[in-house]
């Protein structure tokens, strides 16, 4: 069985936080609430792709997130 990912709730509103994949190449944890994210990170492999999730899921842990609030 694969090692589960833990993430934490967002460190802005508590809302849910879901690691996403875009165009196959880089990753990032979003709020499904608030919108909260961590930055992007690349990847080409396969191992490279588990280190990026891991790399984002321990920043979202730690808060290491961009937040845009209304009228920025």
């Given at each position: 069985m694969e090692n589960l990912i833990e993430l934490e709730?967002?460190?802005c509103c508590r809302g849910a936080g879901i690691l996403t994949h875009e165009g196959g190449w880089?990753?990032?944890?979003?709020?499904?609430?608030?919108?909260?994210?961590?930055v992007y990170l690349e990847y080409e492999t396969e191992q490279q792709k588990k280190e990026a999730e891991l790399g984002v899921?321990?920043?979202w842990n730690l808060g290491k997130v961009i937040k845009i609030n209304p009228g920025e």
């Open positions: 709730e967002c460190p880089n990753v990032q944890v979003e709020c499904s609430d608030c919108g909260a994210h961590t899921a321990r920043l």
